[in-house]
T-cell receptor
């Protein structure tokens, strides 16, 4: 069953605005990852945050993790049309990190 | 490096036919995975392998079989295709000791009529 659940399911913004996506999960984790999927393509890894980290940055991406609330957020700053894609959070399960469980995904549309 | 490749890219099957999807990776990764992606369902793990000669069931293994005879290849078989197996199939691979990042192939779109 799905571990992660992204919110909102779809988001449409203008170029230059920030986009925030949220992910909630159910069980204890070792790490949480975010992936992007462009239409018709495979998933591409964006960023990983470990359970003992609270915030992580990579370029225009900022990820936070709140293990007490079992939630994470992905912030994309100064969005571009090329950021238009589906975004997925994925979690492993503590004690079984060889597998990931993906959320259902969130569709981001950045309008030029 | 080609990364993770999948063949074929598209396939149409009739109910009851069989086929094999091939995944190949050239990154010497130990772990390999097969997922299916359906609208509104995200990715669901079908089977996975933690090394050559080993396979394990994922979340939705029924109707599928897999084999990992060579480290670089992971095959997904459908013995008797059903319309419910219409989906996009993704293969992924990962190093054993790494950042846990999975590398995905471009996908195979399968339609069963």
């Amino acid at each position: 069953s799905q571990q992660g659940e992204e919110d909102p399911q779809a988001l449409s913004i203008q170029e230059g605005e920030n986009a925030t996506m949220n992910c909630s999960y159910k069980t204890s984790i070792n790490n949480l990852q975010w992936y992007r999927q462009n239409s018709g393509r495979g998933l591409v890894h964006l960023i990983l945050i470990r359970s003992n980290e609270r915030e992580k940055h990579s370029g225009r991406l900022r990820v936070t993790l709140d293990t007490s609330k079992k939630s994470s957020s992905l912030l994309i700053t100064a969005s571009r049309a090329a950021d238009t894609a589906s975004y997925f959070c994925a979690t492993d399960v503590r004690g079984g990190s060889e597998k990931l469980v993906f959320g259902k995904g969130m569709k981001l549309t950045v309008n030029p | 490096n080609a990364g993770v490749t999948q063949t074929p890219k598209f396939r149409v099957l009739k109910t009851g036919q069989s086929m094999t999807l091939l995944c190949a990776q050239d990154m010497n990764h130990e772990y390999m995975y097969w997922y299916r992606q359906d609208p509104g369902m995200g990715l669901r793990l079908i089977h996975y392998s933690v090394g050559e000669g080993t396979t394990a069931k994922g979340e939705v293994p029924d109707g599928y079989n897999v084999s990992r005879l060579k480290k670089q290849n992971f095959l997904l078989g459908l013995e008797s295709a059903a319309p419910s197996q219409t989906s996009v199939y993704f293969c992924a691979s990962r190093e054993v000791r790494s950042s846990y990042e999975q590398y995905f192939g471009p996908g195979t779109r399968l339609t069963v009529t």
